[in-house]
């Protein structure tokens, strides 16, 4: 018989076919494999399974769960942000301890004009060098930890627990990982959402995945939350207050996702909330080689080489602009004070929406973009050493308010996503609708946000 | 402004009116011949409609259905005529086979797509056919066929109604109207007629649903009243008339005496006895890839504190399900053996 008579047999059999045969087909596999299973495995008295029964009661009880959840999140993110401020200044140093020897030794050859030398040294290696030791250290704790419980079989149980409230909102339960992936990194965040099977509740949690802070992000808000809450506390409760800031801006960030997600499912996303099925697989012991090497192949080196990859250029766009002078300024100073109007009506200013552009390829650099153009450095550099320096330069130096570090705060939380991340947005949806759809909505969110508070502040005579 | 910079402005407008494909021109052109084409479509799919209920159309039902004036029906008449889809004896207007034949196109690709907002992108039930309604025209031949193949050759539309096969011929209508059905004893719903919407959000609202066992309790002129075991349904008979029902087939009685895995308690094993047929597609298939085959021993494990979702133990897996989708998976109590 030709192929095209098996077809052609084929599709005037199917009409016969009854509608369950599907189901028929599953089943008589099962019955299969079950029977070959029965041959193959002893099943015994099952300890193990007891244990795991027990542990999954305590997870996921009423009591017990979410504060269980809440310490393990805790835990992580405190581990990350202290472990990485160590790691941070040893990495930095080290990098630009080369740049110094690389600039030393281009200014020594005599012949290579000092343009050059700044363009290479103080723009494209520097930019790479602050992205590396800023995003680097918070990712290598970070993703390691994060792999050790999704190894462990604990984030499931997460998804399970949260499942009710993501239900309300139109998404799938899974987008909770997903969330907590996106601490670590948005763009991981989004690549994480593979796991959700359903094609519109993964938009959502695609969409979503900016109002999550990442690792990125927290340099900024620990910096505000700082020098600006946590000044006006005793110093023994200053670590404390500023990391409560911080819990209280990125439990901010979950609200947004909810309220987003429930918006999204019921304007572009229309849609009925869909099948969840979920396998809680039983725990295991991690597997200490697959956690490294998921965590810092799959996960560290993957979102840090893309990262570098757009980190470099901004790194000379930023000297660029901070080395061609106009008047007695220079271009970064004269477009910041363009922008100002603007930023001020929305509670900002000028040079923080200016950071913020260039600080689109990776928003590690928007703090030192920030000093640079405070300080009129030609390059990027850290603030002054101490808390009360830092606030003297914004506040009496460039006319900071609170206003200005809680909308920065919630700028930083709720602006467009990373150029990292909306690559990775576009890679993985495949369509410049949906990038573009997440930069709209995240950008939009935030100037309504800072706009209302800015004017409610001013209404009050607060600011 | 200079002579100059007008000249250019004006030549630019020019080219932006009068470029092919993309000018505006062109783009209104093309937005009337599609436009043009979905109103004849619609057009064959009234008569269709008509003849499958054994009416002819009329140049004013046909007004009516299109929502169209009467001058602008003719012309799209007198087009149809000339490209020969349909003949008019007088004020009644039949399909020719060729008419027909695109007709039947239509309604499948109709609902197909109706198939496909529901079972893979999971749209809810009042919302498909108005968007079945923009998506109908826009699929060719092969691309339904395509369609067809990735859904698994559906026979049936979310509604009920027969899907055409693709060599073009249309299965029997199944179901009698709830208002002329007869016998007594329990039946299932085979159909709902998706308009007038009105009714059919009617139907909906009410609680019923496609495939839903029930059993008629009274029936008065005012009103006729079902229930399914445990709520009581009561419809006006003007609505009563977009349900078809027919009697049971054996599968529905072996689901009689089934309750849903969501109503399984907490202690109890369940043996699963069949997939609910409103669960079809990317559902379903999820549902057999976990293992929720006929026969499977189920049981449920682990609450979550709000009540929704609930874990069960299949075949040494434990897995998660929402409410809404336990309450599809059709299970018969079995004695523990402790």
């Given at each position: 018989?030709?192929?095209?008579d098996?077809?052609?047999?084929a599709?005037?059999?199917?009409n ?12 008589s596999?099962?019955?299969?494999a ?22 999954d ?20 993110i ?13 990495i ?30 103080d723009?494209v ?8 030791s ?15 419980l999704?190894?462990?079989?604990y ?7 949260l ?23 948005n ?31 927290f ?30 801006v990125?439990l ?8 987003a ?20 697989p ?22 840090l ?8 250029p901004a ?13 007695d ?20 200013d ?6 913020y ?5 990776a928003?590690?650099?928007?703090v030192?973009?920030?000093m640079?153009?405070?300080l ?11 808390n ?8 009496n ?23 990292t ?7 993985e ?16 969110a ?16 607060w600011? | ?13 020019l ?14 052109k ?21 003849e ?6 009329s ?8 929502d ?22 007088g ?8 008419g ?21 992108a999971r749209?809810p ?7 079945a ?37 249309l299965p ?101 006895v ?39 133990r ?5 897995i998660a ?18």
């Amino acid at each position: 018989m030709e192929a095209n008579d098996i077809l052609a047999k084929a599709e005037s059999l199917r009409n016969n076919l009854s509608t369950g045969f599907r189901d028929e087909i599953v089943k008589s596999l099962y019955t299969e494999a079950e029977q070959i299973a029965r041959r193959a495995v002893k099943v015994g008295v099952n300890k193990k399974y007891d244990f795991d029964q027990k542990v999954d009661r305590l997870v996921t009880s009423p009591y017990a769960g979410l504060p269980i959840m809440l310490i393990l999140l805790g835990i992580i993110i405190w581990l990350t942000v202290s472990g990485a401020n160590v790691l941070s200044d040893t990495i930095a140093n080290l990098l630009f301890g080369i740049g110094d020897i690389g600039r030393n030794f281009f200014n020594s050859l005599g012949f290579i004009p000092w343009w050059i030398t700044g363009f290479i040294w103080d723009g494209v290696y520097l930019g790479l060098a602050w992205v590396i030791s800023v995003m680097l250290p918070p990712m290598m704790i970070f993703f390691p930890a994060f792999t050790f419980l999704e190894d462990l079989g604990y984030l499931p149980r997460v998804a399970f627990n949260l499942d009710w409230l993501f239900k309300k909102t139109g998404a799938h339960g899974k987008q909770s990982l997903t969330m907590a992936m996106g601490f670590g990194c948005n763009a991981a965040g989004v690549v994480a959402t593979r796991v959700i099977d359903s094609p519109r509740e993964r938009l959502i949690a695609i969409l979503t995945n900016n109002f999550v802070p990442c690792n990125g992000r927290f340099p900024t808000l620990i910096m505000l939350a700082t020098v600006f809450v946590a000044a006006s506390f005793p110093p023994a409760l200053t670590s404390f207050v500023a990391a409560g800031t911080v819990v209280g801006v990125v439990l901010i960030g979950v609200a947004f996702t909810f309220l987003a997600s429930w918006i999204l499912s019921r304007t572009v996303l229309k849609g009925e909330a869909s099948a969840f099925t979920l396998e809680l697989p039983p725990y295991r012991r991690p597997n200490i080689s697959r956690i490294l090497y998921t965590s810092i192949i799959d996960r560290t080196i993957f979102v840090l080489w893309r990262a570098m990859q757009t980190a470099a250029p901004a790194g000379a766009i930023i000297w660029i602009l901070a080395n061609i002078p106009i008047g007695d300024s220079n271009l970064a100073r004269a477009i910041a004070d363009w922008l100002n109007p603007f930023g001020l009506m929305l509670g900002l200013d000028g040079v923080i929406l200016l950071a913020y552009i260039i600080a689109i390829p990776a928003n590690e650099i928007v703090v030192p973009t920030m000093m640079m153009v405070y300080l009129g450095a030609g390059m990027m550099i850290d603030g002054p050493s101490t808390n009360a320096a830092i606030f003297d330069l914004l506040v009496n130096g460039n006319g900071w308010t609170m206003l200005t570090a809680v909308n920065l705060m919630l700028f930083a939380l709720l602006h467009n996503p990373c150029a990292t991340t909306i690559i990775t947005i576009y890679k993985e949806t495949k369509s410049w609708k949906w990038a573009t759809l997440s930069v709209v909505m995240t950008l939009g969110a935030a100037f309504l946000v800072t706009f209302t508070t800015a004017s409610i502040a001013r209404l009050f005579g607060w600011a | 402004m200079t002579p100059l910079s007008w000249i250019i402005l004006v030549i630019a407008l020019l080219i932006a009116i009068f470029l092919p494909r993309v000018g505006g021109l062109a783009v209104y052109k093309s937005y009337r011949a599609s436009q043009e084409r979905e109103q004849v479509e619609d057009a064959l799919k009234h008569l269709f409609d008509r003849e499958q209920h054994g009416r002819l159309a009329s140049p004013e039902s046909l007004a009516g259905a299109l929502d169209l004036p009467r001058g602008r029906v003719t012309k799209i008449i007198e087009d149809m005529e000339t490209q020969g889809l349909l003949e008019s004896r007088g004020a009644q207007l039949r399909l020719t086979s060729q008419g027909e034949r695109l007709a039947l196109h239509i309604v499948r690709a109709h609902r197909l797509w109706e198939r496909y907002l529901t079972d893979e992108a999971r749209m809810p039930l009042e919302k498909i056919h108005s968007e079945a309604q923009r998506r109908e025209h826009s699929l060719t031949e092969a691309e339904l066929n395509d369609l067809d193949a990735a859904l698994g050759h559906p026979t049936r539309d979310p509604h009920g109604d027969p899907i055409p096969t693709r060599e073009g011929t249309l299965p029997k209508a199944e179901g009698t109207p709830l208002t002329a059905w007869q016998a007594e004893g329990p039946i299932r719903i085979v159909h709902l007629e998706d308009e007038p919407a009105l009714a059919f959000e009617q139907i909906l609202a009410a609680g019923l649903r496609l495939g839903q066992t029930i059993r008629i309790l009274d029936r008065s002129p005012k009103r006729i009243l079902l229930t399914d075991g445990e709520t009581e349904y009561r419809l006006a008979p003007a609505v009563a008339a977009n349900v078809s029902v027919a009697a049971l087939p054996a599968s529905e009685i072996e689901k009689a005496n089934a309750i849903s895995l969501a109503e399984l308690k907490d202690n109890q094993r369940g043996e699963i006895v069949i997939l609910d047929e409103a669960v079809q597609g990317f559902t379903r298939r999820r549902f057999l890839d976990l293992g929720l085959t006929p026969g499977t021993i189920i049981h449920p494990e682990l609450q979550n504190f709000f009540g929704d979702p609930r874990a069960y133990r299949v075949r040494g897996t434990l897995i998660a399900l929402r409410k809404d989708q336990a309450a599809q998976v059709w299970v018969k109590p079995v004695q523990v053996d402790t």
